[in-house]
């Protein structure tokens, strides 16, 4: 399949693309980020941008169409010490790039960064109603090992959420 975007690291210049991004996906109907409101500010997403140059333990990569920013990975590593070799990770798409390997191409690059750091196992949480991303995460070869209940608030009540990881080798 050949590949009509590029996967590269996120700079400050990118906030309003990515803000832009996360209000699009959080307006879906199917609800699949934490949030149903609006994402952050662009002012907040570039000092987050900006602060990720000098903290190496997270890190944020876009995936560019011709289109602009059409995925966005952001991962970031456990700060307490018993668990420093775990990382979470959350992972969106636009709908128009789905099922195109822009997902699969963004957890490629959180194993690169996971190597690069020394951690060993990356986390997530999706919502059992996101039957696309989950379907990603299996085929990546993500295991579940669990199930939270009522986890997540949101305006309209509580989700669940399954926790999924990868073991980076």
Do not use: C
Not at 3 to 27: H, K, Q, T, W, Y
Not at 33 to 38: F, K, R, Y
Not at 87 to 96: F, N
């Amino acid at each position: 399949m050949s590949r009509d975007f590029s996967i590269r690291p996120a700079d400050p210049g990118d906030a309003a693309a990515l803000v832009a991004l996360a209000n699009e996906v959080g307006a879906e109907p199917g609800g699949w980020l934490i949030t149903t409101s609006n994402w952050r500010t662009v002012n907040d997403e570039r000092r987050y941008l900006r602060s990720l140059r000098r903290y190496p333990h997270a890190a944020v990569y876009v995936a560019e169409a011709a289109e602009g920013v059409v995925g966005r990975l952001s991962v970031g590593r456990d700060p307490h010490p018993a668990s420093h070799h775990v990382a979470d990770l959350g992972l969106m798409v636009a709908e128009s790039h789905r099922r195109l390997g822009v997902g699969q191409a963004l957890l490629e690059a959180a194993v690169v960064w996971a190597r690069s750091q020394g951690v060993s196992k990356l986390e997530l949480h999706v919502f059992p109603h996101n039957e696309g991303a989950i379907a990603l995460y299996d085929r990546f070869g993500f295991e579940r090992e669990g199930y939270r209940k009522r986890h997540y608030r949101r305006p309209d009540g509580y989700v669940d959420a399954i926790l999924m990881a990868y073991e980076v080798t």
